[in-house]
């Protein structure tokens, strides 16, 4: 009698176990099915596509490795990648160090505080294209707010988006001022998180606000800063907008600007090349993901968990 009912509590247990897991099925399967969908088929489809050539009315052909072979000696490839290099080398680490100062101070009690914080947090909610038609607006060399505040002081202001130059950086500063908000946010939550006895001891120990910053608040916010900076790099790598946006394509300045998802834009949209686009498609998702796991490597080094 005892073994029977070991038996059937364990048969219960045994069908509990598989009726729980079909329902975790059944919960994630709308997720997974969308991932499958929108994500992992177009990702199969671009790299089939990358050995592909296409024709003026939808049809394309095998053609092995062409596309990777001619992107070895593609001048306006190598121009991308050093624009985006360039890009991602001045708004990732200056973009960070903004909004860890910005996170830091707004975290203090100061008296409007969470007008300053929704003041900050104002750029994230606005769509990129705006932010560009307004900054563009501000660049203009002969009527815009910028040069007309440096007239005042008697200084001839730049040709901001139309000098190849400079117009790169013109964008980047447009970037970096756009992201802080919301990099801001994520500080912000991990600054709350650390407890504040580490600073109470701090003070007791006698160390100031510098020695604070550095020695307890930077440690402790490692997690947080490894992982807006992974965050920041893949959108880096992934910058468009901006540019499409302030940079005419008839500009003098496009060349000097235009960035590897531009130049994807430019082969896929404008020039009906898909395949060559596709294979850039492909080469930009593998530097992606070796520069992740270049991080989530050295992360080890640096990163401080609690």
Not at 106 to 115: E, H, M
């Amino acid at each position: 009698m005892e073994t029977q009912n070991k038996m059937k509590t364990k048969k219960y247990y045994k069908t509990k176990k598989r009726s729980d897991y079909l329902w975790a099925y059944l919960m994630i399967a709308p997720t997974m099915i969308g991932l499958l969908i929108f994500y992992f088929w177009p990702i199969i489809q671009t790299i089939y596509y990358s050995f592909t050539e296409w024709g003026a009315f939808g049809t394309h052909e095998w053609i092995g490795t062409k596309n990777y072979s001619e992107m070895l000696s593609d001048p306006d490839l190598g121009k991308a990648f050093k624009n985006t290099l360039i890009y991602i080398l001045l708004t990732v680490p200056i973009g960070v160090f903004l909004s860890i100062i910005v996170a830091v101070l707004l975290n203090q009690k100061i008296k409007g505080r969470s007008v300053y914080r929704t003041l900050y947090f104002l750029p994230v909610i606005t769509m990129p294209a705006a932010i560009a038609m307004v900054w563009k607006w501000l660049y203009n060399t002969d009527f815009g707010l910028i040069n007309y505040i440096l007239s005042w002081f008697h200084l001839k202001g730049p040709s901001w988006i139309t000098n190849p130059h400079i117009a790169l950086y013109s964008v980047i500063i447009v970037a970096i001022w756009s992201g802080i908000g919301y990099n801001m946010v994520i500080f912000l939550s991990g600054l709350q998180g650390i407890s504040k006895t580490y600073y109470e001891a701090a003070k007791i120990d006698g160390a100031g606000p510098v020695t604070t910053f550095f020695k307890i608040t930077l440690p402790l916010l490692s997690p947080i800063i490894f992982f807006v900076t992974i965050m920041s790099l893949i959108s880096a790598f992934q910058v468009f907008d901006l540019i499409f946006m302030m940079i005419p394509n008839t500009s003098v300045a496009i060349e000097s600007t235009q960035s590897i998802v531009y130049l994807f834009y430019q082969h896929a949209f404008v020039l009906n090349d898909k395949g060559y686009a596709a294979a850039i498609a492909v080469v930009l998702l593998f530097i992606i993901l070796i520069v992740t796991v270049i991080q989530m490597i050295l992360q080890k080094k640096w990163v401080h968990y609690e």
